[in-house]
């Protein structure tokens, strides 16, 4: 594991991000673990986050134009790693949407920068790949080229149809490249012998064995 993955789950579970337990999912799975990005809630935790997501965007080597952030959860995220780009000297445009449309004012369901050029999407976890379906919707209707998804966590579960991930599925029905700072395989390595997370391990097991990705 990279020294950013491990900072990025360290940080993760020491800020309540990642719990362990019996969590439903928006699939109906019952997941044994859940990861709630909206806890990295403070400027510290949202600037180590945005490191972890540039050091990740930066070793893909992925070119693109600008940022977008999926309301709400991605607004920060976004923003975060577009803070950290500018920090190594690389500013470039963000964007993102809201989920109600807007009559008066600026009006637009969008905010920020002109979606132009590869948009790179910065989210939060993919389980099924629905709420990445919606961003690409987003920036094809505004003008964009959607790039690649880049996420803190990939949860590597099987999608739609057949054994692949819903990475693998995004991939292959987009052509887009989906980056991650971590995912289940990172999990199960980072909690093998800790401390106060080897206890849960059997459980990530059994949870990778029925819905895990075959490749
Ligand atoms: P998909 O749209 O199925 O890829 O699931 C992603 C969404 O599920 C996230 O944007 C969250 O709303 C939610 N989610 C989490 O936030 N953390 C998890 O660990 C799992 C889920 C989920 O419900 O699958």
């Known amino acids: 594991m990279q020294a950013h993955q491990r900072t990025f789950l360290d940080l993760a579970v020491a800020r309540d991000v990642l719990r362990f337990g019996k ?3 928006k699939s109906g799975r019952i997941s044994p673990y859940f990861f709630n990005a909206g806890l990295f ?16 965007l930066l070793a893909s080597g992925l070119d693109f134009d600008m940022l977008f952030g999926p309301a ?6 976004a923003t975060a790693l577009g803070v950290a780009l500018a ?6 445009p963000i964007a993102f949407n809201r989920k109600e449309a807007k009559a008066h004012g600026e009006g637009g369901m969008l905010i920020g920068a002109t979606v132009r050029g590869r948009v790179l999407i910065v989210d939060d976890v993919i389980t099924a790949g629905t709420a990445i379906r919606e961003s690409i919707d987003i920036i ?3 003008g964009g080229t959607p790039c690649g998804v880049l996420i803190a966590l990939d949860r590597q579960e099987r999608g739609r149809e057949g054994g692949r991930s819903a990475a693998q599925e995004v991939t292959a029905e987009f052509g ?4 991650a700072i971590a995912g289940l395989a990172d999990l199960l390595d980072f909690t093998d012998g800790h401390p106060a997370l080897a206890a849960h391990r059997p459980a990530l097991l059994a949870y990778r064995d029925r819905y895990g990705a075959s490749a």
């Open 87 to 92: 920090r190594r000297g690389r500013d470039v």
């Open 176 to 179: 887009l490249p989906v980056l």
């Open 23 to 25: 969590f439903t999912l």
């Open 72 to 77: 709400y959860k991605g607004i920060p995220l």
């Open 41 to 56: 809630d403070s400027g510290a935790a949202l600037a180590t986050l945005g490191e972890c997501y540039a050091e990740t």
């Open 140 to 142: 094809r209707a505004a």
